[in-house]
């Protein structure tokens, strides 16, 4: 059974920075980082629920 890894919230907004403000899909940005992109989806859709008005 593999180890669950635990990231810090400043990986996570870096990451989810990466998604809404570059031109590279989100599966580019995780498989870049390393990391799952279900995992990475989770975090922007989060990010999302609670910064609506950061959508433009």
């Known amino acids: 059974m593999s180890k669950r890894q635990k990231f810090t919230p400043e990986f996570r907004a870096e990451a989810v920075e990466l998604v ?3 031109q ?4 580019e940005v995780a498989a870049s980082l390393g990391i799952n992109e279900g995992t990475l989806g989770n975090w922007v859709r989060a990010y999302r629920t609670e910064h609506p008005e950061a959508e433009t």
């Open 24 to 27: 590279q899909s989100l599966v």
């Open 20 to 22: 809404i403000s570059s």
